[in-house]
Nanobody, 121 residues
């Protein structure tokens, strides 16, 4: 099994910054991709940013230029630096990891517990 442990959420004022972190631990084969999703009240869960083991990144248009995703492959940890935060960034942020067993052609998709990010004055 794989466990994702998140930290860094909280309450900040508009224009402020937060840094989220998520570390994968437990029994896994090869974590190919890690990323961050978010879900606001009444909204569907959406991809915020993702990164592969090779460093390829993808961002939602709404966060480009403000958020930066990074990854420490040795520690199986992904980070999300969030700058210039806006009230519309308020959501529960979820860490995601894709663990691939190539020999058996199995992909296991794991999720963190979610951490609340609130941007309000």
């Amino acid at each position: 099994q794989v466990q994702l442990v998140e930290s860094g959420g909280g309450l900040v004022q508009p224009g402020g910054s937060l840094r989220l972190s998520c570390a994968a631990s437990g029994s896994f084969f090869s974590i190919y991709a890690m990323g961050w999703y978010r879900q606001a009240p009444g909204k569907q869960r959406e991809l915020v940013a993702g990164i592969t083991s090779g460093g390829k990144t993808n961002y939602a248009d709404s966060v480009k230029g403000r958020f930066t995703i990074s990854r420490d492959n040795a520690k199986n940890t992904v980070y999300l630096q969030m700058n210039s935060l806006k009230p519309e960034d308020t959501a529960v942020y979820y860490c995601n990891a894709e663990d691939i067993n190539s020999d058996e052609n199995i992909l296991n998709d794991y999720w963190g517990q979610g951490t609340q990010v609130t941007v309000s004055s």
